[in-house]
């Protein structure tokens, strides 16, 4: 499966060679966005009583996340939704994306199956019952591979938003060739699927 969104054109600088790159996985959300960098996950969770209140908490609270980053790894959209939230969500996306442009971040869009595939190894993962996992299962089993691959607890009431904001995290290094652990070519094969950006590094100062 390939993206149909196109990554930040025209910015492609990196750290020099010998400097590993600030990455940062955004799991992007009107009500509680994930976000995680290596070895540490967080969010920011949006109250705003108006969906405008709400956006501009959630652009303020991701900035603060990922000013300083080289690059971002951003959750794209399920394509097979279709409910009543999925314009304000879409947009909310396309915010973020248009911030990291103007602060010159580059950034690559991922969907969710390519998460899921790069987390444990197939999209559609089952049950015990053999019947295919979805919602908060689903969504249990990537926190739970976070945990056993990476050493990461993601715990309280938005653990599945963090999860999979360091499962982005951990596909970003990857594809930069800082892998975070040993991942097997069943997961890894999701990165091929990925529109990247074209990043070169940069020059030591």
């Not at 010159?104 to 790069?118: C, E, L, T, W």
């Not at 559609?124 to 976070?146: I, M, S």
Request: aromatic share 6%.
């Amino acid at each position: 499966m390939t993206t149909t969104e196109t990554p930040a054109a025209g910015m492609t600088r990196l750290p020099a060679a010998g400097t590993k790159p600030l990455v940062i996985g955004l799991d992007v959300a009107m009500g509680t966005t994930g976000v995680a960098g290596e070895g540490w996950t967080d969010h920011v969770h949006a109250t705003g009583r108006s969906q405008h209140g709400r956006f501009s908490q959630q652009l303020t609270g991701i900035a603060s996340f990922v000013r300083s980053a080289d690059f971002v790894i951003i959750e794209g959209a399920a394509f097979s939704k279709n409910n009543q939230g999925a314009d304000a969500l879409s947009a909310m996306r396309w915010m973020v994306r248009h911030d990291l442009w103007k602060r010159d971040i580059p950034y690559a869009v991922v969907n969710p199956d390519q998460r899921i595939i790069y987390a444990v190894g197939t999209a559609a993962p089952k049950g015990e019952d053999g019947a295919r996992l979805r919602g908060d299962p689903l969504k249990a089993v990537v926190r739970d591979a976070v945990r056993e691959r990476y050493g990461v607890e993601c715990e309280g009431r938005h653990k599945y938003d963090e999860a999979d904001a360091y499962v982005l995290l951990a596909m970003g290094l990857h594809h930069l060739g800082h892998p975070l652990a040993e991942v097997p070519p069943s997961h890894s094969r999701a990165l091929d699927s990925i529109t990247w950006p074209e990043l070169t590094l940069g020059v030591a100062a």
